[in-house]
């Protein structure tokens, strides 16, 4: 396959927030960009060796060894064998053909993707549940935090109480701007940065360090395994002891993000993923929005035993926009919390309309007392100019909702224009993170219902007034959890056959470290370090599951129902029961993880034997797979093109009571009947593993859409439950676009 198709795959990925911009001429290739050479397992005993080797690969192409130093950036050596190096389409086609080369790649960019979560997930260290009680609250498991940085001298980070590091710990604290050996400790043994390869305009904003000037992954590597912070507040909001969830756990810091738009590339990725593997961490939290994830590298991570933990993207709710898909990670979406922040707004009437906002200025704002009310329409510059709002509250509403300025936009337009308030209307949206950005005025986040309350007043009102009061911290009181709005969604483009996301997380208004301060972050970014500190508790209280393992005892004891028994839903328009596309197997439930009954485990080279064409030698990685995905032991079943009768085999093994019985529940896909043979499980002490078939089966000969069911093991009050996607075709390509 040619280098062009490159250009096909931009356009693909586009939907999934791919910034690859191919700057390759249209014949030939002259100009140079950055690509990725991957040549599999070391060969080599010493990281010399393999250093020297590639160079030398390198130089037979280039014509020279000084030319191999000028072209090459990044050395893969101690996990897998690579590099990085700028090189023409030519010469990348020419690396391609040598035996020594499995892959040659483009090196693509990509983007960034607390005091009540924790508790929230029944982790609550003053009165320390089972799995926080015998995990020891994760002490010495080595996370490892591949983001922007960190910032040290942040409470989260304090090592008071910590014994020695770790004796099998082999990283390094690389000295730089702003940041000096002492700067690790007990807490953060170890820290890293990759900046080879990256523009200069991009290293001009930031620390040559590992310094964190962003913020994201000071707020990420404190949500995953920050230490105990009492009194923690966003100005009074929100306020508890701060902590990970692991907060015994050490971190390691490798910093690939750059700048305050938190630019990265591949290559710098894998470059830390290598270092990790060397270095000797148990997790790697990756809060990394990157399109089609099929890293060599991740792969290489769960082969040396290291659970790999990576977001699943912020481009919900449309569906297909779920990164990071790879079997061998896990991939997490976000979830809400019991947590809100009501904001009463008075009336002149008297009348009280309550939003959502932090705004938290008190009685020292002028938001504060009764302010004139105006209409901002759109809020645009526009709608704005020729409107006298020189300190009001202005109504930013449309009958038209994308048409209106964001709120970041309009807040700025309404500052500038002298406004003293803000009442924006929106549909479902998880964005009141955003109204702590408001240039100082009081600002708040209404539902449309609210706007027609309000549009009512003023117009029956002569001079219409409101008052905006201090936002309040309420938790208990919502209907938790529900997917977030902006957690993308499946199915996987990439691996239909693979249920993507596996989890759900918190990941809405999380409260955690910047700096010196607290603040509120949303993202899959901020659910993904959530896993990775629940998969530490788990590797500390079972030390010899493999990731795959761990994988699965998260999946099966995931809650897909609230503690009221209703279901899930997921934000969208309009909001939905939520579906294995939108959480994978449910919100994580970390105490039920510890004890999961039975897991379905996979030795690590079977991803090899079903997803080899993703190590094979093409430049782009191509879409089909040895043997369908869906034969993988995977604690999840996906047919994405049920023609005919299909079956599929999966292994548990007893990881509970030594004699157990388990029987199978099932709840077959709309339009598809499902059997399980055997249906009864026996297990004892020399029978502790067991296969069985799922067969599905079409119910009717139409082009269908997904339907979702699921398979529980059930002992007593035990359940194993596995989530199961299938859609019934008759055409290979349909469009769906009817």
């Not at 030319?67 to 389409?89: I, P, Q």
């Not at 990420?220 to 009074?236: L, W, Y």
Request: charge should be negative; aromatic fraction near 8%; hydrophobic fraction near 35%.
């Amino acid at each position: 396959m040619g280098l062009h198709s490159s250009t096909r795959a931009c356009v693909a990925l586009a939907l999934l927030l791919c910034f690859c911009t191919v700057s390759l001429g249209a014949h030939g290739g002259s100009r140079s960009r950055l690509y990725i050479v991957y040549l599999g397992d070391v060969r080599h005993g010493h990281p010399d060796e393999v250093i020297a080797s590639h160079h030398d690969l390198l130089a037979t192409v280039l014509g020279s060894k000084e030319d191999s130093l000028a072209s090459m950036t990044h050395n893969y050596k101690h996990g897998f064998s690579g590099f990085a190096a700028m090189l023409t389409e030519d010469q990348a086609e020419q690396l391609a053909e040598l035996p020594e080369v499995i892959s040659v790649q483009p090196s693509r960019t990509f983007t960034a993707a607390t005091t009540r979560s924790w508790d929230f997930l029944g982790l609550n260290y003053q009165m320390p549940s089972e799995l926080l009680r015998k995990s020891n609250q994760g002490e010495d498991i080595i996370i490892g935090v591949i983001d922007s940085g960190i910032w040290p001298e942040s409470r989260s980070f304090s090592d008071e109480g910590y014994g020695p590091v770790p004796s099998r710990w082999k990283g390094e604290c690389q000295v730089g701007q702003g940041w000096n050996s002492s700067h690790c400790n007990r807490k953060i043994i170890g820290a890293r940065f990759y900046s080879a390869g990256l523009p200069e305009e991009i290293l001009n904003t930031d620390y040559l360090s590992p310094r964190d000037v962003n913020g994201h992954g000071t707020h990420t590597a404190s949500t995953s395994a920050g230490s105990v912070v009492e009194a923690a507040s966003f100005h009074g909001l929100a306020a508890g002891a701060a902590r990970g969830g692991a907060p015994r756990a050490r971190i390691a810091v490798y910093k690939s993000l750059w700048g305050v738009g938190t630019y990265g590339t591949s290559a710098g990725v894998l470059a830390a993923i290598d270092d990790a593997i060397h270095d000797g961490v148990d997790v790697l939290s990756l809060s990394l929005a990157h399109p089609q994830e099929n890293s060599f590298g991740a792969l290489h991570a769960v082969q040396k035993g290291i659970t790999v933990v990576y977001a699943a993207g912020n481009s919900g709710p449309t569906p297909q926009t779920v990164a990071n898909t790879a079997p061998w990670v896990i991939t997490v979406a976000a979830s809400k919390i019991d947590r809100s922040f009501p904001t009463v707004i008075t009336l002149g009437n008297k009348q009280q309309i309550v939003g959502q906002s932090l705004y938290y200025h008190g009685n020292n704002s002028s938001g504060s007392t009764f302010k004139p009310l105006a209409y901002g329409d759109l809020c645009t510059v526009d709608s704005l100019n020729g409107t006298d709002v020189r300190g009001k509250v202005v109504i930013c509403a449309s009958s038209i909702v994308s048409q209106l300025a964001p709120l970041s936009v309009a807040s700025k337009n309404v500052v500038n224009a002298g406004g003293s308030g803000l009442i924006y209307a929106q549909y479902t949206k998880d964005n009141t993170d955003s109204t702590a950005e408001c240039g100082g005025i009081a600002c708040v986040l209404v539902d449309m219902t609210s706007i027609y309350q309000i549009d009512k007043y003023m117009g029956d009102a002569s001079s219409p007034v409101a008052k905006i009061e201090p936002a309040r911290s309420i938790t208990g009181n919502e209907f938790s959890p529900t997917i977030a709005e902006f957690s993308s969604r499946g199915p996987s483009i990439e691996y239909p056959e693979v249920i993507k996301p596996d989890i759900a997380a918190p990941g809405a208004s999380i409260l955690a470290a910047e700096k010196d301060a607290y603040v509120f972050k949303s993202g899959t970014s901020m659910a993904t370090p959530h896993v990775a500190g629940i998969i530490a508790l788990l590797k500390s209280l079972h030390p010899q599951w493999s990731p795959a393992a761990l994988k699965s005892a998260i999946i099966t004891t995931a809650s897909v129902t609230d503690e009221h028994g209703m279901p899930i839903l997921a934000e969208g328009l309009p909001r939905k029961i939520a579906d294995p596309f939108d959480y994978g197997g449910g919100n994580i439930n970390p105490n039920k993880a510890a004890d999961p009954g039975l897991i379905y485990d996979i030795n690590p080279s079977d991803y090899n034997k079903f997803f080899g064409c993703a190590i094979n030698k093409t430049y782009i990685r191509c879409n089909e797979t040895s043997v369908p995905g869906y034969h993988l032991n995977l604690p999840s079943i996906s047919i994405p093109n049920l023609r005919r009768p299909i079956t599929v085999s999966r292994t548990v093994t007893n990881v509970g009571e030594v004699d157990a019985v388990y029987h199978a529940a099932i709840q077959s896909p709309a339009g598809v009947k499902m059997d399980v043979e055997p249906s009864v499980l026996v297990f004892n002490s020399t029978n502790k593993v067991h296969t069985f078939q799922v067969k599905l089966s079409p119910m009717w000969k139409l082009q269908g859409d997904y339907t979702f069911g699921s398979l529980t093991w059930y002992k007593g009050q035990k359940t194993v439950r596995i989530p199961i996607a299938a859609r019934t075709t008759l055409h290979d390509f349909y469009a769906d676009v009817a």
